[in-house]
Nanobody, 120 residues
Framework: QVQLVESGGGFVQAGGSLRLSCTAS????????MAWFRQAPGKERDFVAL???????????AYAPSVKGRFTISRDNDRKTVYLQMNNLKPEDTAVYYC??????????WGQGTQVTVSS
């Protein structure tokens, strides 16, 4: 059974930092695309960052324009964990952040979400 468990959310002032973690179980983590999405109240769930497996031990990363240069996605395959380091946080980053795993066959799995609140 595939499970994704997020942690690390919380309350921070603008300019601060948080690191989110997503620990996976039930699948071969190293071969899956791992991503972070977020959903603010009353808005759609939006893409934030991606770590895509492209073979061997090589991964491609991509970011939404609004977070590029401030957020960094990384993964520790031994721990089956993907991280999202968020620096210079802004009030508009306030949202529930969701971890996503996509299998090589294209099946999507989601975590339960973790709340990030940034005060001005």
């Amino acid at each position: 059974q595939v499970q994704l468990v997020e942690s690390g959310g919380g309350f921070v002032q603008a300019g601060g930092s948080l690191r989110l973690s997503c620990t996976a179980s039930g699948f071969t983590h190293s071969m899956y695309d791992m991503a972070w999405f977020r959903q603010a109240p009353g808005k759609e769930r939006d893409f934030v960052a991606l770590s895509s497996w492209i073979g061997e031990k090589t991964y491609y990363t991509a970011y939404a324009p609004s977070v590029k240069g401030r957020f960094t996605i990384s993964r520790d395959n031994d721990r089956k964990t993907v991280y999202l380091q968020m620096n210079n946080l802004k009030p508009e980053d306030t949202a529930v952040y969701y971890c996503n795993a996509q299998s090589p066959a294209g099946t999507d799995y989601w975590g339960q979400g973790t709340q990030v609140t940034v005060s001005s």
